[in-house]
């Protein structure tokens, strides 16, 4: 798309603006993050001896890739790795390529292979969050046995994968040829990819939201204390979190793919790499509760003092006889039962 002489002068005028050091800035601490958390899940799984369950496989899935960084035949091979590692990676790339600056300033020696990033990145984008958020929802479901809930957890999973493939076949055919994407001299038919941008975005939020939402009336019914309960619903409503960035993220996508691309979609990258790592950092977080007592409780060399407190070490090492929050009872189903998360 040839520029207007005001937007030839806008770049001009703006030419020392960089998005850059702040995409790798988010990029380093975000991924770092999303990575400490999962790894503290499984360490917290091992506290309790627990096997690993669908929520920590596919939370695993969900952060755990590489990218292609060829810059030719190698880079659309990135496509199929669909985890955010890879996502990241991949808005790591197309900002050494030019992304977070002006499109002026663009070397024409990328002129191929940073729309090839771009392209890649957001095919790679809608199945990292579809990945953390099933595993939010089978991590519901180990904890809430609930029949009824349940049902609830797999019409939800349902929607979330049906969409996410959809939003998926969206982004790869958004041009036919797929090669009219970065080869612009060819004939092409294409989609309106900011509306179709608007529209995924909108219903990525309401599902953020539902999910956010859903244990909420199970965690009210739960018989303990309001301060237990407290700490309980805020561990799982730090969600809300992934909402509000994925609400900002929304507001740059109306600027998404016009003339001043390079600049003008940055904004939208670093915002959907804090959004994918704190995603998997916020379904980390309420598996955490037996690294925290670990934490909190004394070292094991101090119970050993008389036959009440061996019976306390015994009761901590023994993962029949603990769980990782409380006995959740109350809720429809699951009454007296034990769950370990």
């Known amino acids: ?86 996502f990241v990676g991949m808005c790591i790339f197309v900002t050494t390529e030019g992304m977070g600056r002006h499109a002026i300033l663009l070397n024409p020696q990328y002129a191929i292979s940073l729309p090839k990033g771009m392209y890649a990145s957001e095919v790679i984008y809608v199945p990292a969050l579809m990945t953390t958020k099933i595993s939010i929802l089978l ?70 939201v539902v999910i956010l939402c859903l244990p909420i009336p199970q965690l009210l019914r739960l018989q303990m204390s309001r301060t237990q309960k407290a700490q309980l619903m805020g561990m799982f409503l730090l969600g809300g979190f992934v909402c509000v960035v994925s609400i900002i993220r929304l507001t740059y996508l109306s600027i998404v793919g016009l003339s001043d691309a390079t600049w003008n979609d940055a ?38 003092g008389s036959s009440s407190n061996r019976a306390i070490k015994h009761t901590r090492r023994d993962p029949d006889n603990s769980s990782d929050w409380v006995k959740l009872t109350g809720v429809s189903g699951s009454s007296g039962r034990s769950v370990n998360h």
């Not at 499984?42 to 695993?60: E, F, M, Q, W």
């Not at 755990?64 to 985890?83: D, H, M, N, R, W």
């Not at 790869?172 to 941008?197: G, K, M």
């Open 267 to 304: 904004f939208t990258a670093l915002w959907s790499i804090v959004e994918t790592c704190m995603a998997i950092v916020c379904a980390c977080l309420p598996t955490l509760r037996p690294l925290f007592d670990r934490i909190r409780s004394p070292p094991t060399s101090a119970l050993t």
């Open 1 to 86: 798309m040839s520029l207007t002489p005001d937007q030839l002068e806008h770049q001009f005028a703006n030419i020392q603006d960089s998005v850059q050091p702040n995409i790798y800035a988010a990029s380093g601490i975000c991924l770092l993050s999303a990575y400490i958390a999962v790894a503290l899940r499984l360490v917290s799984r091992r506290i309790k001896h627990a096997p690993l369950g669908g929520d920590d496989y596919t939370v695993l899935v969900a952060l755990v890739g590489y990218p292609s960084l060829s810059k030719e035949k190698q880079i659309t091979k990135a496509c199929s790795q669909l985890f955010t590692t890879a």
């Open 139 to 208: 991590l519901y479901r180990r904890i809430f046995p609930s029949h009824r809930f349940n049902t609830v957890l797999w019409c939800v999973g349902g929607f979330v994968l049906a969409f996410a493939i959809t939003a998926t076949l969206l982004q790869v055919f958004q041009c036919t040829p797929v090669e009219a994407i970065w080869y612009t001299n060819l004939d092409r038919h294409c989609v309106d990819i900011s509306a179709d941008y608007i529209a995924m975005g909108t219903i990525n939020i309401i599902t953020d």
